[in-house]
T-cell receptor
Framework: EAGVTQSPRYAVLQEGQAVSFWCDPI?????LYWYQQPRDQGPQLLVY????????NSQLPSDRFSAVRPKGTNSTLKIQSAKQGDTATYLC?????????????FGEGSKLTVL | GEQVEQRPPHLSVREGDSAVIICTYT??????FFWYKQEPGAGLQLLMK?????EINEGQGFTVLLNKKDKQLSLNLTAAHPGDSAVYFC???????????FGAGTRLKVIA
């Protein structure tokens, strides 16, 4: 079974540039999460989806961050006008529809550096 | 609210010693509890999940204790070896939604 796939693995930007991260979850997993993990910190939830619907995006800096999952499978997280404070690893995770009982399966992450 | 405190942030032990990591949560709607391991450059890998009110689970080389009365979750690595060197995270899920909240992590170093 293929795991969660993320791309790109690394991105280096100047402030003000934009970047998109892509995530392909495990086949059949209907819940998908995006976490931001600053260096030496725990993952912090940005947004999560059930199928194509956003369930909670309250932690997403909406003025510059956006996330979509149009067909309930792959997802894209976009950062517009990146800031140095956005430097972090962006983790995608998926789980099957077992409520909050199942484990999360994580990708290897996309490491963003904003200069 | 949904907060999870994890300690210590750094831990260094000698090979063969035990290592204990503790998480404390506050929300009474906490549902399931998880320990994850993250090695350099890799995603988080599940070590164990627990649910029951007071539960001791044993895995390969570690023990997990959940004490819902004290709202505390612990991970005890028995006889640590260098391969256990990694960052460990606890996570808590909540009834009524699909949200998982993580602790800040513990960077464990096992010295041979």
């Amino acid at each position: 079974e293929a795991g969660v796939t993320q791309s790109p693995r690394y991105a280096v930007l100047q402030e003000g540039q934009a970047v998109s991260f892509w995530c392909d979850p495990i086949s059949g997993h209907d819940t998908l999460y995006w976490y931001q993990q600053p260096r030496d910190q725990g993952p912090q939830l940005l947004v999560y989806f059930r199928d194509e619907a956003v369930i909670d995006n309250s932690q997403l800096p909406s003025d510059r961050f956006s996330a979509v999952r149009p067909k309930g499978t792959n997802s894209t997280l976009k950062i517009q006008s990146a800031k140095q404070g956005d430097t972090a690893t962006y983790l995608c995770a998926s789980s099957s529809g077992t409520g909050a009982t199942g484990q999360l399966y994580f990708g290897e992450g996309s490491k963003l550096t904003v200069l | 609210g949904e907060q999870v405190e994890q300690r210590p942030p750094h831990l260094s032990v000698r090979e063969g010693d035990s290592a204990v990591i503790i998480c404390t949560y506050t929300d009474p709607n906490s549902y399931y509890f998880f320990w994850y391991k993250q090695e350099p450059g890799a995603g988080l890998q599940l070590l164990m999940k627990v649910f029951s009110s007071t539960e001791i689970n044993e895995g390969q080389g570690f023990t997990v204790l959940l004490n819902k009365k004290d709202k505390q979750l612990s991970l005890n690595l028995t006889a640590a070896h260098p391969g256990d060197s990694a960052v460990y995270f606890c996570a808590v899920s909540y009834t009524g939604n699909y949200k998982y909240v993580f602790g800040a992590g513990t960077r464990l170093k096992v010295i041979a």
